[in-house]
C-alpha cells in the first residue's frame, strides 16, 4: 500500500535531507518555469551608483565629507541622521583619500572612514543577528570541542 | 504551600473574575479588556479551586513534591 | 466571562460523555452514563494530589495553566469574533501543551507520547490549508467578516468543502478514541498525560473538554454560519455523533500511517488552493 | 499602520530604522507565550528521566551533567529570544536570519546530549538547516527583487509578492524547524531535560505560525 511505502521512508531520519532536497527541488524547477512571469524592480530600496574612479571605490555613496548625502531608506523618519555617515571621513581619511586612489577599503576600514548606513544604521537589527548567529555557532562548537576533552 | 493561601489566591482571583464578567457585561469594562483578563485569571482560579477541592481529603497542608 | 468558561466546560465534557456513549452502542455495549465524564473530572478534582519528584516542576504545573488558557483564550475568540488565524495559532500551540505534559515528568511512557505528539505535528498541517482556503474564499479571517460573508453568500459548507473536510480531520485527529489519537493509545499506558493524576488530571480533563467545544464551535460557527444557539448546539451535537460514527468503525492508525495520511490530505488541499488561486 | 482582516487590530510598532517591528493581536499572543517559556527554561530544574528495564521491574534514573544543563540552558533562552525576534520583526530578511539563528540554536540545545541516536537525528537535521538557508534567504531575495522592497508594512495587502517567493519562504521555514518533517524532530526530542528540549519544538512550532502570517499578508 502506497500510504505504508511513503510512511516507511518519511520514518526513517537518515533520509531526511533526502526528502527535503526533493521538496527544494520541485519548488525550485517550478520556479524556474515561473521566472519569466517575474519582473525586476530595482528602483525602490537602496539604489546604489558605483564611481569606478573614486579613492574610495566600491564603498561611495557619493557626498561631500562633514555634509550629508543623498541616501534613501524605507522609513526616512526613523533615521533622522540619514546621509550623514555615509559622508563621514577624519580629517586623516580625508587626506588618504586625496592622496591615493588605491586605498579604497583601507580607508572605509579605518576608524573614521565610512560605515555602510544601510547595514550599520538603519538596518541595524540584521547586522546584530548576523553576529548573534556566528557566536552561537562559535559557542556550540567551542562546547562540544571542549565536551570531548572532558571525557 | 499552605492552604490558607491557596485558600486567598481562589477566593481572589474568583471574585475578580466575577467583577470582570459583570463589567464586561455591563460595558464599564471593554469585552477585549475583560476578556484578556479572565484569559489570564482562569488557569489560576481553576488551579487553586482544584487544589483545595484535594486539600479536603488529607486536610491540612498541601503538599507539593513527593514520592 | 467565567460563565461562558464554566459552561462550556461543561458542555465539552458532556460531549466527551456522548462520545464514549455513542461508541459503546455502535460496539454494541451499554457503555457509561453520558455524565460519565463530567464525574469523572469532578472525581479526579478530589483526589489527593502532588508532583512528582522526578519532574520538572515548573513545566509539569505550567502546562496545566496554559492548556487551561490556551482553550479559555479560544472561547474568547469566538466571543468578541477576532481572527481565525489566532484561534489556528492557539490550536497549534496546544501541541506544545502536549509535549510539555509527556516531557515534563520524565517516566518513559509520557515520553513516548509525547514523542509520538511531535511525531504527528503534520495533523495541524490540514488545519493551515483550511485558514488559508477559507481566506481566498471570503478574503477576510476575521469571524465577524465570515459570519457576514455567509450571511449573504450561504454557508461556507458548500463553497469551501475541502476546507471543511480538513477542519474536520483535524477534529477527528485531537478526539478521544479516533483513528488518529496515538498520543494516547494504550500501548503506552495513557500516553502523554500518564504521569498527571488527582487535580492535575481533572484540570486537563476540563480543558479538553473545553477544547472539544470550542473546536465543534468553531466548526459550526465557520462552515454553517450564524444560525442561533440552540440550532447551533444541535449541530454540534449532530457533528459529535458523526465523529464517534468514524471513531467507532476506525481502528487505530500506526503513528507513521496516520501522519502520512494527514500529509497527504493536506497536500491535495494544498494543490486544490493552489489550483483555485492560479487558474480561477 | 496596516489593517488588514487576517491577524486583528495593530496595537503597537517599535521602529528600528528600516526595521520596524510590530505587535497585532496575533503576534502579541505569540510573544506572549514565547515570554512564557523563556522563563520557564529559564528557571526551571529539568526533569530526571527514568528508565525501565523492560521484562523488570527495575528502574534507574539517568544523571544530568551539571555542566551540560547550563549549555541547553543558556541555548534554550538564546533560542527563546531568536523565537521572539522572529515573532516580532517587520522585515523579511530579518525574519529569515531569525529563523536561521532559531535553526543554529535547536541543534546547540541538545549538543550536550551523549545519545548516539539523539546525536545522529541532530545531525542530519543540521544539514537540512543548513540546506534550508537556500531557500530561505532566495525567497528574501527574490521578495527584495521583484517588488523593491523587504518591509511587511510596505508589502501587506499589496499581492506583489510572487508564489515562488512565497513557496521558497515556507520551505526554507520547514527546513530550518523542521516543522512537518516530523521525524528528525522526533527523534531529537528523545534527549532528555524537558524545558529545554520543549523549547525546540516550540520554537519551531511558533516560526511556522509567523510564517504563516507572513505569507498571508504579503
Not at chain 4, 506583489?160 to 516543522?179: D, F, N, Q, R, T
Request: hydrophobic share 55%.
Amino acid at each position: 500500500m502506497i500510504i505504508r511505502k511513503l510512511s516507511g521512508i518519511l520514518s526513517n531520519f537518515t533520509n531526511l535531507s533526502r526528502v527535503y532536497a526533493v521538496m527544494v527541488i520541485i519548488v525550485v524547477i517550478a520556479g524556474i518555469a515561473s521566472i519569466p512571469s517575474l519582473d525586476y524592480q530595482g528602483d525602490r530600496l537602496y539604489p546604489k551608483t558605483i564611481d569606478r574612479d573614486s579613492p574610495l571605490d566600491p564603498y561611495d555613496r557619493g557626498g561631500i565629507p562633514f555634509e550629508s548625502t543623498v541616501v534613501l531608506a524605507e522609513y526616512p523618519e526613523n533615521s533622522p541622521y540619514l546621509g550623514y555617515i555615509t559622508a563621514y571621513l577624519t580629517p586623516l581619511s580625508l587626506a588618504l583619500a586625496a592622496a591615493t586612489p588605491h586605498m579604497g577599503t583601507t580607508i572605509v576600514a579605518h576608524p573614521g572612514g565610512i560605515i555602510d548606513e544601510i547595514l550599520y544604521a538603519t538596518r541595524g537589527l540584521d547586522t546584530v543577528v548576523e553576529t548573534t548567529i556566528l557566536f552561537v555557532g562559535f559557542a556550540v562548537a567551542a562546547h562540544l570541542f571542549r565536551r570531548r576533552e572532558d571525557e | 504551600m499552605k492552604r490558607h493561601y491557596v485558600q486567598l489566591i481562589a477566593i481572589i482571583s474568583g471574585i475578580l473574575l466575577i467583577v470582570l464578567s459583570v463589567a464586561g457585561h455591563q460595558d464599564i469594562v471593554q469585552v477585549p479588556v475583560a476578556a484578556v483578563l479572565s484569559i489570564v485569571l482562569a488557569p489560576v482560579f481553576l488551579i487553586s479551586v482544584g487544589l483545595l477541592f484535594s486539600a479536603e481529603v488529607i486536610d491540612g497542608d498541601i503538599p507539593f513534591m513527593g514520592y | 466571562m467565567i460563565e461562558y468558561i464554566i459552561a462550556a466546560m461543561f458542555a465539552g465534557l458532556l460531549l466527551h460523555g456522548i462520545h464514549r456513549k455513542v461508541i459503546a452502542r455502535i460496539q454494541g455495549r451499554p457503555g457509561p452514563p453520558i455524565w460519565q465524564e463530567i464525574l469523572h473530572t469532578l472525581k479526579f478534582l478530589g483526589k489527593e494530589s502532588w508532583i512528582p519528584k522526578t519532574a520538572s516542576q515548573g513545566v509539569y504545573v505550567a502546562v496545566v495553566g496554559i492548556s487551561i488558557a490556551i482553550w479559555t483564550a479560544a472561547l474568547m475568540l469566538l466571543i468578541t469574533q477576532e481572527s481565525l488565524l489566532l484561534l489556528f495559532a492557539l490550536y497549534v500551540l496546544h501541541k506544545i501543551v502536549e509535549h510539555g505534559i509527556g516531557l515534563a515528568s520524565g517516566s518513559p511512557y509520557a515520553k513516548f507520547g509525547a514523542i509520538r505528539s511531535v511525531v504527528s505535528a503534520a495533523s495541524e498541517l490540514p488545519l493551515l490549508s483550511s485558514v488559508a482556503l477559507i481566506y481566498l474564499i471570503t478574503g477576510s479571517l476575521m469571524l465577524r467578516d465570515i459570519e457576514a460573508y455567509q450571511a449573504i453568500n450561504g454557508p461556507l459548507l458548500i463553497v469551501a468543502f475541502p476546507a471543511a473536510v480538513a477542519l474536520y480531520l483535524v477534529i477527528l485527529s485531537k478526539i478521544h478514541y479516533g483513528p488518529f489519537s496515538i498520543v494516547e493509545a494504550k500501548e503506552i499506558v495513557s500516553g502523554y498525560w500518564t504521569e498527571h493524576f488527582g487535580v492535575w488530571r481533572g484540570l486537563m480533563n476540563a480543558a479538553f473538554g473545553l477544547k472539544t467545544f470550542v473546536l465543534l464551535y468553531t466548526f459550526v460557527v465557520v462552515f454553517i454560519g450564524p444560525i442561533g444557539l440552540p440550532l447551533t448546539l444541535l449541530a454540534i451535537l449532530i457533528l459529535m455523533i458523526t465523529l464517534s460514527f468514524v471513531c467507532a468503525a476506525t481502528p487505530m492508525l500506526s503513528p507513521y500511517d496516520s501522519v502520512t495520511v494527514q500529509t497527504l490530505t493536506t497536500g491535495l488541499i494544498a494543490i486544490y488552493i493552489i489550483y483555485l488561486g492560479v487558474f480561477a | 499602520m496596516f489593517d488588514l482582516n487576517i491577524e486583528g487590530a495593530e496595537l503597537f510598532a517599535l521602529p528600528f530604522g528600516d526595521i520596524v517591528p510590530y505587535f497585532s493581536v496575533y503576534s502579541a499572543t505569540l510573544a506572549a507565550f514565547v515570554l512564557i517559556f523563556i522563563l520557564i527554561a529559564a528557571f526551571d530544574r529539568p526533569e530526571r528521566q527514568l528508565n525501565i528495564i523492560f521484562g523488570g521491574d527495575a528502574f534507574y534514573e539517568k544523571e544530568i551533567k551539571e555542566g551540560d544543563t547550563r549549555f541547553s540552558r543558556f541555548m534554550a533562552i538564546a533560542c527563546g529570544f531568536a523565537t521572539l525576534g522572529a515573532v516580532l520583526t517587520g522585515d523579511i530578511f530579518n525574519f529569515t536570519l531569525f529563523a536561521v539563528l532559531v535553526g543554529i540554536t535547536n541543534i546547540a540545545i541538545v549538543a550536550s546530549a551523549g545519545n548516539h541516536h539523539v546525536l545522529n537525528a541532530a545531525f542530519q537535521y543540521g544539514i537540512v538547516a543548513m540546506i534550508a538557508t537556500v531557500p530561505l534567504f532566495g525567497a528574501a531575495a527574490i521578495i527584495l527583487a521583484t517588488t523593491g522592497t523587504l518591509s511587511i508594512w510596505t508589502l501587506a495587502g499589496m499581492g506583489a509578492v510572487p508564489l515562488l517567493a512565497k513557496a521558497m519562504l515556507i520551505l526554507g521555514v520547514m527546513g530550518e524547524g523542521i516543522a512537518p518533517l516530523y521525524i528528525g524532530k522526533a527523534e531529537i526530542i528523545r534527549a532528555q531535560g524537558a524545558p529545554f528540549v520543549l523549547m525546540i519544538h516550540f520554537s519551531s512550532l511558533l516560526l511556522f505560525l509567523r510564517v504563516t502570517e507572513i505569507v498571508l499578508v504579503i
